[in-house]
């Protein structure tokens, strides 16, 4: 019979559930159009066109995140979840870090910085609420 701390954890599940739709859904927006993520991150200018190796960029980067996000939102609570949700956080780790460093404008780099360490940090909470 699962602990009562068991069952709390996993109604909880919802949160990083919710976490990995929210990841999806803006993965297959950057994927359909990278100017959501080139402008503000100032890897494009306004007006100018987007070069297509950036665009391809953009756009492995939303696999990846739409892979984590749907992980995230469908993995059986427990062990799997918790996995998943480690590896977005691993991933928003990597793009804090890279964003923060190597961005072409100290504004975005700030902004992009930011937005990473506060869903890294939404994330590692939804980690918390993943199940035993």
Known sequence: MP???S???????WFPRLLGVATAGYSV??????????KPTALQADGAPL??????GVRALGGRDLACGLAMALAP?????????AVRVGSDVVDLVLLGTS???PTARAKAAGVA???????????????D
């Open 3 to 5: 602990s009562s701390r």
């Open 51 to 56: 070069p297509t190796a950036t665009a391809i």
């Open 77 to 85: 609570a427990g062990k799997a979840l918790r996995t998943a949700v």
């Open 103 to 105: 961005l072409p404008e």
């Open 29 to 38: 927006a950057i994927i359909a159009r990278p100017e959501l993520f080139t």
């Open 7 to 13: 069952r709390r954890s996993r109604d909880l599940t």
């Open 117 to 131: 360490g506060a869903w890294g940090t939404l994330c590692a909470l939804g980690y918390l609420a993943a199940g």
